[in-house]
Protein backbone atom coordinates (compact mmCIF):
# COMPACT_ATOMS: atom_id res chain seq x y z
CA UNK A 1 0.00 0.00 0.00
CA UNK A 2 3.10 2.34 0.08
CA UNK A 3 2.73 2.80 -4.05
CA UNK A 4 -0.60 4.48 -3.31
CA UNK A 5 0.32 8.05 -1.89
CA UNK A 6 3.17 8.10 -4.63
CA UNK A 7 0.60 7.43 -7.24
CA UNK A 8 -1.47 10.22 -5.52
CA UNK A 9 1.41 12.74 -5.49
CA UNK A 10 2.36 12.23 -9.48
CA UNK A 11 -1.60 12.11 -10.07
CA UNK A 12 -1.50 15.47 -8.55
CA UNK A 13 1.07 16.90 -9.40
CA UNK A 14 1.27 16.12 -13.11
CA UNK A 15 -1.82 19.28 -13.46
CA UNK A 16 0.58 21.82 -12.08
CA UNK A 17 4.37 20.57 -13.80
CA UNK A 18 2.31 20.75 -17.11
CA UNK A 19 0.79 23.94 -16.89
CA UNK A 20 3.19 25.30 -14.95
CA UNK A 21 5.41 25.12 -17.78
CA UNK A 22 3.31 26.48 -20.32
CA UNK A 23 2.10 29.64 -18.17
CA UNK A 24 6.37 30.13 -17.38
CA UNK A 25 6.54 30.13 -21.48
CA UNK A 26 3.71 33.11 -21.17
CA UNK A 27 0.93 30.91 -22.82
CA UNK A 28 -2.10 31.85 -21.31
CA UNK A 29 -1.40 35.82 -20.43
CA UNK A 30 -3.77 37.14 -23.25
CA UNK A 31 -6.79 35.27 -21.09
CA UNK A 32 -4.98 36.73 -18.12
CA UNK A 33 -5.22 40.08 -19.40
CA UNK A 34 -8.54 39.83 -21.21
CA UNK A 35 -9.93 38.46 -17.74
CA UNK A 36 -8.52 41.90 -15.90
CA UNK A 37 -5.15 40.44 -14.58
CA UNK A 38 -3.19 43.34 -13.87
CA UNK A 39 0.63 42.99 -15.65
CA UNK A 40 -0.51 39.93 -17.36
CA UNK A 41 2.64 38.38 -18.97
CA UNK A 42 4.57 38.96 -15.81
CA UNK A 43 1.84 37.88 -13.46
CA UNK A 44 1.00 34.43 -15.18
CA UNK A 45 4.74 34.11 -16.00
CA UNK A 46 5.04 34.15 -11.88
CA UNK A 47 2.04 31.82 -11.29
CA UNK A 48 3.54 28.94 -13.61
CA UNK A 49 6.60 29.49 -11.71
CA UNK A 50 5.25 28.36 -8.48
CA UNK A 51 2.88 26.31 -9.95
CA UNK A 52 6.21 24.22 -11.34
CA UNK A 53 8.20 24.54 -8.32
CA UNK A 54 5.48 23.36 -5.95
CA UNK A 55 4.89 20.38 -8.49
CA UNK A 56 7.62 18.80 -9.26
CA UNK A 57 8.29 19.20 -5.40
CA UNK A 58 5.24 17.48 -4.68
CA UNK A 59 6.06 14.63 -7.41
CA UNK A 60 8.88 13.66 -6.23
CA UNK A 61 8.28 14.32 -2.67
CA UNK A 62 10.75 16.59 -2.10
CA UNK A 63 10.06 19.13 0.63
CA UNK A 64 6.48 18.52 -0.47
CA UNK A 65 5.16 20.29 2.55
CA UNK A 66 6.78 23.49 0.92
CA UNK A 67 5.95 22.25 -2.62
CA UNK A 68 1.94 21.90 -1.34
CA UNK A 69 1.90 25.75 0.30
CA UNK A 70 3.57 26.98 -3.17
CA UNK A 71 0.68 25.50 -5.02
CA UNK A 72 -2.00 26.88 -2.76
CA UNK A 73 0.00 30.15 -2.92
CA UNK A 74 -0.55 28.99 -6.93
CA UNK A 75 -4.11 28.74 -6.97
CA UNK A 76 -5.79 30.89 -4.46
CA UNK A 77 -5.76 33.96 -6.27
CA UNK A 78 -5.76 32.21 -9.68
CA UNK A 79 -9.33 30.82 -8.88
CA UNK A 80 -10.50 33.95 -7.97
CA UNK A 81 -9.40 36.19 -10.66
CA UNK A 82 -9.73 33.74 -13.84
CA UNK A 83 -13.02 31.63 -12.50
CA UNK A 84 -15.57 34.29 -11.46
CA UNK A 85 -18.29 32.33 -12.79
CA UNK A 86 -20.93 34.58 -10.10
CA UNK A 87 -20.35 37.44 -12.90
CA UNK A 88 -20.78 35.93 -16.14
CA UNK A 89 -24.48 36.34 -17.88
CA UNK A 90 -24.48 33.57 -20.09
CA UNK A 91 -25.27 30.35 -18.66
CA UNK A 92 -23.47 28.04 -20.41
CA UNK A 93 -19.76 29.97 -19.52
CA UNK A 94 -20.84 30.23 -16.24
CA UNK A 95 -21.23 26.45 -15.61
CA UNK A 96 -17.60 26.24 -17.16
CA UNK A 97 -16.46 28.59 -14.68
CA UNK A 98 -17.87 26.99 -12.14
CA UNK A 99 -16.80 23.70 -12.81
CA UNK A 100 -13.10 24.97 -13.18
CA UNK A 101 -13.53 27.08 -9.79
CA UNK A 102 -14.55 23.91 -7.97
CA UNK A 103 -11.94 21.69 -9.25
CA UNK A 104 -9.25 24.52 -7.57
CA UNK A 105 -11.18 24.28 -4.86
CA UNK A 106 -10.95 20.58 -4.70
CA UNK A 107 -6.82 21.00 -5.69
CA UNK A 108 -6.55 23.58 -2.36
CA UNK A 109 -7.77 20.67 -0.84
CA UNK A 110 -5.48 18.18 -1.97
CA UNK A 111 -2.67 20.24 -1.17
CA UNK A 112 -3.38 20.95 1.95
CA UNK A 113 -3.47 17.73 3.22
CA UNK A 114 -0.24 16.88 1.73
CA UNK A 115 1.08 20.62 3.43
CA UNK A 116 -0.35 18.98 6.86
CA UNK A 117 0.81 15.36 6.48
CA UNK A 118 3.76 14.95 4.01
CA UNK A 119 4.42 13.00 0.88
CA UNK A 120 4.09 9.77 2.52
CA UNK A 121 6.58 7.19 2.48
CA UNK A 122 7.89 6.25 -1.21
CA UNK A 123 9.37 10.20 -1.57
CA UNK A 124 12.64 11.97 -1.05
CA UNK A 125 11.29 13.52 1.99
CA UNK A 126 11.35 10.05 3.71
CA UNK A 127 14.18 8.32 2.05
CA UNK A 128 16.01 6.31 4.81
Given amino acids: MKIVPLLGRILFALIFVMSGINHVGGAGADYAAASGVPAANIMVRLAGLLALVGGLS????YKARIGAWLVVIF?????????????????MAAQMQMAMFMKNVALIGGALFIAYFGAGPLSVDNKS
Fill in 58 to 61: ILLG
Fill in 75 to 91: LIPVTFAMHKFWGIPDQ
